[in-house]
């Protein structure tokens, strides 16, 4: 399976060390666009174009948290898993995350592979059964 994705952070070291960790997990074939803040992410955010999203949480201009809340409210990217990659660790901040600005993932910094592929394997397992769906229901119409 084909995957984009927007790595964001402004770090260009945490950037090439997702990148490198999401190629080692082998989950996926990965093609990468980087953003180093929120603002940036969210211009070179294409809903059609990006199937996953990593975004850290504090950055300048825009945050992680801002930014996942500006993807949530696009209709077209309410499918598009978001994962939180970053150095917060308080309950409240995950909770925020998750529950109130719908990331669908967080990972701590720092992350192994394992951690990496152990998160991400049922968000993809989903992504891959995702087509096999609207085909059925397509199939259905005939």
């Known amino acids: 399976m084909k995957l984009k994705a927007l790595v964001v952070d402004d770090s260009r070291v945490m950037r090439n060390m997702v990148r490198q960790a999401l190629q080692k997990t082998e989950l996926a074939e990965w093609e990468f666009v980087e953003a ?29 948290i801002e930014l996942v809340r500006e993807i949530r409210k696009m209709e ?21 995350a998750l529950d109130e600005a719908g990331a669908d993932e967080y990972i701590c910094k720092p992350f192994t592979v394992d951690q990496l592929e152990r998160k991400l394997s049922p968000i993809i397992e989903d992504m891959q059964e995702a087509p096999g769906d609207s085909e059925d229901f397509f199939s259905n119409l005939v």
């Not at 077209?76 to 995950?94: C, D, L, N």
């Open 36 to 64: 180093e803040d929120g603002a940036d992410a969210l211009e070179k955010f294409k809903p059609d174009e990006i199937d996953i999203v990593f975004a850290d949480w504090n950055m300048p201009n825009m945050s992680g």
């Open 76 to 96: 077209a990217a309410e499918e598009i898993p978001i994962i939180m990659v970053t150095s917060e660790k308080s309950m409240g901040k995950v909770e925020t």
